[in-house]
Nanobody
Framework: QVQLVESGGGLVQAGGSPRLSCAASGRTFSSYTMGWFRQAPGKEREFVGCRKGISTYYADSVKGRFTISRDNAKNTVYLQMNSLKPEDTAVYYC????????????????WGQGTQVTVSS
């Protein structure tokens, strides 16, 4: 079983650049697709980005501003968030999946508890 714990959220000024961390347990961490999703109040959970193998994929809404990286030695995935906007305010979740996991949340098996990111204007 894989357990994921997000951290790094909080109140951020617009234009800020926090980095979220997702610490994972499990011996097969490196074989998983690691995704980031977010959910704002009243909104559906949406895909932010993922790292699948050596490739990364991003939603158009964050492309060019957010960067996903992973450190397999530390069993940690990061979401570097740059140039934050108020519309980025959401609970951010990391998730792990196998095989075809990509942009659909249903393709991910393990989820973190989420971390709130609030962007003030």
């Amino acid at each position: 079983q894989v357990q994921l714990v997000e951290s790094g959220g909080g109140l951020v000024q617009a234009g800020g650049s926090p980095r979220l961390s997702c610490a994972a347990s499990g011996r097969t961490f490196s074989s998983y697709t690691m995704g980031w999703f977010r959910q704002a109040p009243g909104k559906e959970r949406e895909f932010v980005g993922c790292r699948k193998g050596i490739s990364t994929y991003y939603a158009d809404s964050v492309k060019g501003r957010f960067t996903i990286s992973r450190d397999n030695a530390k069993n940690t995935v990061y979401l570097q968030m740059n140039s934050l906007k108020p519309e980025d305010t959401a609970v951010y979740y990391c998730a792990a999946g196998l095989g075809p996991a990509y942009t659909d949340y249903r393709g991910y098996v393990y989820w973190g508890q989420g971390t709130q990111v609030t962007v003030s204007s």
